[in-house]
């Protein structure tokens, strides 16, 4: 999708904890670099550094659900460098992530050069998490 002004718009997703080996940086020039070579321009970025996989929250998480709920500007894309910087995440995070994917058209995981559909990446999510998660979710 492309909005008024011919523009495709995206918004990325970074998380770093201390015992990572993806460092911000190195997400976040990836990213940077796709969105660049694609023609997307990045609305905001969004980072949550020294939270651990299994934290109850992002902050920076939330605050992008929030954004995109009270954005007036369409997003096609949400980049995130790797499947792994969402996908194994807890219960309350996968929710958000999947409330954020109401938002948004696509997802492209940079690091695996793949993009998905919302509603794609939405089954891939929930397929992938369900087993750990328990059959309630």
């Known amino acids: ?32 670099n796709h969105a660049e070579k694609h023609g997307i321009r990045i609305m905001k970025h969004y980072q949550d550094i020294s939270y651990p996989r299994n934290a ?3 902050p920076h998480l ?10 007036d500007v369409p997003v096609d894309h949400l980049l995130i460098y790797s499947s792994c910087r969402i996908i194994r995440d807890t219960e309350s995070n996968v929710r958000t992530i ?23 990446f939405k089954w891939l999510t929930t397929s992938l998490i369900r087993p750990s998660l328990g059959a309630g979710f």
């Not at 997703?13 to 993806?22: A, I, L, N, P, T």
């Not at 999947?98 to 559909?117: A, I, M």
């Open 1 to 32: 999708m492309v909005n008024m002004k011919g523009e495709k718009i995206g918004m990325s997703y970074g998380r770093y904890f201390v015992h990572d080996k993806q460092d911000i940086s190195t997400q976040q020039g990836a990213i940077d």
């Open 98 to 120: 999947l409330e954020v994917l109401n938002h948004v058209d696509s997802v492209v995981l940079v690091k695996e050069q793949v993009t998905y559909t919302a509603d794609d």
């Open 56 to 58: 109850g929250s992002r």
């Open 62 to 71: 939330q605050m992008m659900l929030q954004d995109l709920q009270s954005e």
